[in-house]
Nanobody, 126 residues
Framework: QVQLVESGGGLVQTGGSLRLSCAAS????????MGWFRQAPGKEREFVAA????????NYADSVKGRFTISRDNAKNSVYLQMNSLKPEDTAVYYC???????????????????WGQGTQVTVSS
């Protein structure tokens, strides 16, 4: 079992920045690829970013590429999402997720992940 707890969400103006954190506990953190997903009201959950076990390889949704950066610190059992140049359409509940599967582009599919956090709300005002 892996327990995931997100933090760092909040209210920010358009163009602002936020840094989300996800703290993991349980199994060995660096055995898991990690992902960030988001879900806006009335919409399906969508992929945001993923990172490999080592942190060397990353993948991003086109909608956030160049604005968001995913990173991890295996010594702290944590993964982060730095969000810059935020837009109102970034408003959503953001979830981190963990999977023991090897990193690949298919990790943009939420069904590939075994563990999920409870989510943190991000609201971007116009």
């Amino acid at each position: 079992q892996v327990q995931l707890v997100e933090s760092g969400g909040g209210l920010v103006q358009t163009g602002g920045s936020l840094r989300l954190s996800c703290a993991a506990s349980g199994r060995t953190f660096n055995n898991y690829a990690m992902g960030w997903f988001r879900q806006a009201p009335g919409k399906e959950r969508e992929f945001v970013a993923a990172i490999s076990y080592s942190g060397v390889t990353t993948n991003y949704a086109d909608s956030v590429k160049g604005r968001f950066t995913i990173s991890r610190d295996n010594a702290k059992n944590s993964v982060y999402l730095q969000m810059n140049s935020l837009k109102p359409e970034d408003t959503a509940v953001y979830y981190c997720a963990a999977t023991p599967k090897p990193f690949s582009r298919s990790l943009n599919n939420g069904a590939k992940y075994d563990y999920w956090g409870q989510g943190t709300q991000v609201t971007v005002s116009s």
